[in-house]
């Protein structure tokens, strides 16, 4: 399984909302500040985000976009599944309907792409919004800390 931007931006997405979870909204313009996207390259990903029931949005001076859920509730699968449609690593172990393998029965390779897409989708089912909030909280503060050490 490849990322595709669409995927990536919207997991950041997810994390910059995450982030805020409680103290206040994000707006689409700050969000793609954060992330140095354009404001319409993002509304389509937080559009596919809202139609998932993920986020939630709000008009206003005040407005923006917030979980919609608590964030240790919204699984990386369900983010994924929701920006890139299919988390398989090949189409033959895919869950969506129709997709199936003439050769599935005897294909020598089907057993290692099962067992790569089963550790795939237990690590995606596991983590959380939450638990990435919480790594990139501790990856900013040890940037801020090696930055404050280098200009000292």
Known sequence: MKLSTKGRYGIKAMVDIAMEYGTGRLSVNQLAEKQGVSVA??????????????????RGASGGYTLSRPPEEISMREVL?????????????????????ENACSCSARPLWLKLQRRIDDVL????????????RIQQERNDNGNETSIS
């Open 81 to 101: 599944t929701a920006l890139e449609g299919s988390t398989a690593i090949v189409d033959c172990v895919g869950t969506e309907m129709g997709q199936s393998c």
């Open 125 to 136: 089912q596991s983590t959380t919004i939450k638990d990435m909030a919480d790594d990139y």
């Open 41 to 58: 390259y993002l509304e389509q990903l937080i559009a596919a985000l809202k139609k998932a029931g993920l986020v939630t949005s709000t």
